[in-house]
């Protein structure tokens, strides 16, 4: 299975300045670092898609939104569809992650909704899953993320199963210092396979990559990913410096 290394960058990149300077140095790093075997996926502000996916077309690397509404057109100031990002060459869109539902109050049910308008729109969503710290200190990590994946996948037919990627991101790591060991990351990915398994079969759940993202770095990579058998990572903070995001794709790509 091919292994990925996702940028999430999120609300940054304020100024057009910044984005140019960003996208030069991107390249530049790729040139430095030589080839690559991890699968690249950049996902900036809906504001730069346009222009990113312009810029990387030819070039290995895939773009994707961070967001979209589940409805295809219509009255929803501020929303962009599945469909417009498509139109534009978006190949990717981030589903359910932890800041959206903590901050945006988004729910399981929504993000089944956006997760099917994606795939009706053939975007490939990242569905994010993961636990917050107080979940996590009354042992209920499996509960939560089995009740997530439930509801993300309902009525997702299995001839669409293998098109998406899940990310296990736990809330409380995400932005700090504090990252699970390497044998609480491979638990969860095997419980991931194993939901994925009943609802579907054991074949499908192999097709799925099951990434980790939160407070990933160039020094704790090995531990994240490596170690615990991820299929790659979601970078959040460090994506934003090129150079760092590609040590991370170095060190996945070394083993």
């Known amino acids: 299975m091919d292994k990925y290394v996702i940028g999430n960058l999120k609300m940054n990149l304020l100024t057009q300045a910044e984005r140019d300077h960003y996208l030069k140095s991107f390249i530049d790093e790729v040139y ?3 080839k ?7 996902c900036p ?14 070039k290995k690397v895939s773009v994707g939104a961070q967001n979209i509404y589940f409805e295809q057109r219509g009255s929803f100031t501020g929303e962009i569809s599945a ?3 498509k139109s534009f060459g978006a190949e990717w869109v981030i589903v359910g992650h932890s800041e959206r539902r903590r901050l945006f109050g988004e729910t399981d049910e929504v993000c089944n909704l956006k997760l099917r308008a994606a795939l009706e729109e053939k975007i490939k969503p990242i569905l994010c ?3 917050n710290l107080d979940q996590r200190k009354n042992d209920l990590t499996f509960e939560v993320v089995s009740r997530q994946i439930e509801s993300a996948l309902k009525e997702v037919v299995s001839t669409q199963i293998d098109k998406l990627i899940i990310a296990y991101e ?3 790591s995400v932005g700090s210092d504090e990252i699970p060991s390497s044998d609480e990351v491979m638990q969860v990915k095997i419980l991931i396979r194993k939901k994925i398994s009943e609802l579907y079969s054991p074949v499908l759940a192999e097709k799925v990559p099951i990434l980790y993202g939160g407070s990933v770095k160039p020094k704790n990579v090995k531990q994240l990913c490596l170690e615990a058998g991820m299929d790659g990572v979601l970078v959040g903070r460090e994506s934003l ?6 040590k991370i794709v170095q060190s996945i ?3």
């Open 83 to 85: 469909l417009m990002i």
């Open 32 to 34: 430095k670092a030589g």
């Open 170 to 172: 736990p809330i409380w």
């Open 129 to 131: 899953v993961g636990e």
């Open 241 to 246: 410096v090129p150079g760092e995001f590609l």
């Open 253 to 255: 790509d070394k083993n």
């Open 45 to 58: 502000p809906s504001f730069h898609l346009e222009k990113f996916i312009d810029f990387f077309r030819g």
């Open 36 to 42: 690559f075997k991890s699968r690249l996926i950049i």
